[in-house]
């Protein structure tokens, strides 16, 4: 207990380390118990950051923030539309055909891995073969499940979906326009002492920005160069393909292979074991190579860099805890973690407590 009770007096004595303590516990405790409630918020926030941007250049035009918020929310609106009424329609059509050339696919799938077994009878078995397609067989019937359930959730929810796209654009509109209101009103309730954590914020919050809207231009940027590519090489589902590429960003390392797999299925169910095939799949390596070395870089210059390790270490840490939003949020939650590392005070090990120095 005194190893505890030295730990906690040389570390928490001073008033402005207890005070981040309790914002960041509060936060968490927030995020954690609420973000079901509160989704439409921090969807919100999030469009806001994105925002924030144009907002603040549109002002240095010299025009009045509350017509500058108008502009940039119309705008955003206007392109939300052109968005859900051209390309969605597009995206369920290659999806529904996908599904629909799934028997074939499997059938295909079946008669190639019971050539297996001849051709390579040292390493795979008939019976292994059996074995695998009545594993994909289970794992298709569960999905087809799962996606029956989704679409009827998705009927029955369909109130909270127009609920969304009324509230959401409302919130962002007055988070733009009152947001030196709202962070006066929140500072009024924290304490005046407070020089650790408006440090920490200040850091945190620039990185933030910049992270959200680095993001959101990195999905644009390569799925749109992704559906050219796809396109251009007659690559089916081209615009399903290059949705799932431009999302893969969204989870650093992990999202660039998964998606590798269905590009890699349709390439193959379409032209084989070929040379359009290897074409397709050096073009999807290259993309994903200029992302990593090029994009990457030049978008999120001002973003502390992270270790790999901590980077995938926080995407299974906060994207199983806040799911998507964990996900997506996973850099800028593990910047404020080093953030706060950085400014949370340090004593030197070897220094006594201060009761036994005064004792000596």
Do not use: C
């Amino acid at each position: 207990m005194d190893v505890i009770r030295n730990w906690f007096r040389r570390y928490f004595n001073d008033p402005q380390v207890i005070i981040l303590a309790v914002l960041l516990l509060l936060g968490f405790a927030v995020i954690l118990f609420m973000g079901d409630m509160l989704a439409p918020v921090l969807a919100s926030v999030v469009l806001a950051y994105l925002l924030e941007g144009l907002v603040a250049r549109l002002q240095r035009w010299h025009l009045p923030r509350l017509l500058a918020v108008a502009l940039v929310v119309a705008g955003f609106l206007l392109l939300l539309v052109l968005i859900l009424f051209g390309m969605v329609p597009q995206l369920s059509n290659q999806l529904t055909q996908l599904f629909q050339q799934l028997p074939v696919m499997i059938s295909d799938g079946q008669a190639l891995l019971q050539h297996l077994p001849e051709e390579y009878p040292a390493f795979i078995t008939e019976q292994q073969v059996n074995e695998i397609m009545a594993g994909l067989r289970r794992e298709i019937t569960n999905l087809g499940q799962q996606v029956f359930s989704v679409s009827l959730a998705s009927v029955f929810n369909i109130i909270a979906v127009l609920v969304y796209v009324v509230l959401v654009p409302v919130l962002v509109f007055f988070f733009l326009k009152d947001k030196e209101r709202i962070f006066a009103w929140i500072a009024g309730y924290l304490p005046h002492e407070r020089g650790l954590s408006t440090r920490v914020w200040h850091d945190v919050n620039a990185q933030v920005a910049n992270y959200v809207r680095g993001k959101v231009w990195e999905i644009l940027i390569v799925g749109g160069v992704s559906y050219i590519t796809f396109s251009f090489m007659g690559l089916q589902y081209a615009l399903l393909l290059a949705t799932l590429v431009g999302l893969s960003v969204i989870i650093p390392y992990i999202g660039a292979a998964v998606v590798t797999i269905p590009i890699a299925l349709v390439a193959y169910f379409q032209w084989g074991w070929g040379a359009q095939f290897a074409y397709v799949m050096i073009a999807y390596g290259v993309i994903q190579a200029l992302d990593g070395n090029v994009l990457v870089p030049l978008l999120f210059s001002e973003v502390v860099d992270l270790h790999p390790i901590a980077i995938i270490v926080a995407v299974l840490v906060f994207g199983g805890i806040w799911g998507l939003w964990g996900l997506f949020f996973a850099i800028p939650l593990a910047t404020l973690v080093q953030a706060v590392l950085k400014a949370w005070p340090r004593h030197d090990a070897a220094e006594p407590p201060q009761e036994e120095a005064g004792q000596e």
